[in-house]
């Protein structure tokens, strides 16, 4: 009888114990999910042709690549300092001691949202050196928003390291689809034409 009673008492523990191991998985799960969602995801936003960061280089090894060559295509990742304040059709970025490279767009496909100076950024294309006219940088001055005063300070022509992007990506921005960025990329694409200033 003694037998009989140990067998069922035997088997309540054992359903016990494997209840309190999925009751105490379920709990470590949820523990490891709740860890999970606080982890900040940063938000990516792409422009252009898809792109990834994969083999991007620092901004500032851009001139040693491109060395005594006429251009060559990289990925540089750096820090956005200025963009065209008119639709986004261009935007520098800092490299070296206060120099600064001038990123086009590929054919202006594509731009930029206006606010993201500041942002990190992973851009693709071909890299050169470019003599900029001294009617283009009076027009990127005019649309960077400088006064007449600084535009009319403009007198000689400029040798600069220039980026042209097939493809953006800007860290720690999201743009929504319908909104005022996305729709601001799509407005007076005729009216500002860059597409003489390359």
């Not at 990516?44 to 295509?73: C, H, K, R, W």
């Not at 001294?134 to 400029?158: N, V």
Request: proline fraction near 3%; include cysteine.
């Amino acid at each position: 009888m003694k037998k009989l009673l140990f067998v069922p008492a035997l088997m309540f523990a054992l359903v016990a114990c494997q209840s309190g191991a999925e009751k105490s998985g379920a709990e470590s799960t949820d523990t490891t999910a709740a860890v999970q969602e606080e982890v900040p995801i940063l938000a990516l936003a792409y422009f252009g042709s898809e792109i990834t960061d994969e083999g991007a280089i620092e901004v500032n090894e851009a001139p040693v690549q491109l060395g005594e060559m006429d251009s060559v295509d990289l990925k540089v990742v750096g820090r956005i300092e200025k963009v065209c304040q008119v639709k986004g059709c261009w935007m520098t970025m800092g490299y070296g001691e206060g120099e600064s490279m001038h990123v086009s767009f590929r054919d202006y496909g594509f731009f930029v949202p206006k606010n993201i100076d500041g942002k990190d950024a992973v851009i693709d294309g071909t890299l050169y050196m470019e003599t900029t006219s001294i009617e283009d940088l009076k027009h990127y001055a005019e649309d960077e928003g400088l006064t007449e005063d600084e535009i009319a300070m403009i007198t000689e022509p400029e040798t600069r390291l220039t980026f042209v992007a097939d493809g953006v990506i800007v860290k720690d921005y999201n743009v929504e689809v319908g909104s005022a960025d996305e729709d601001e990329q799509n407005i007076e694409e005729e009216e500002h034409d860059h597409s003489d200033h390359d």
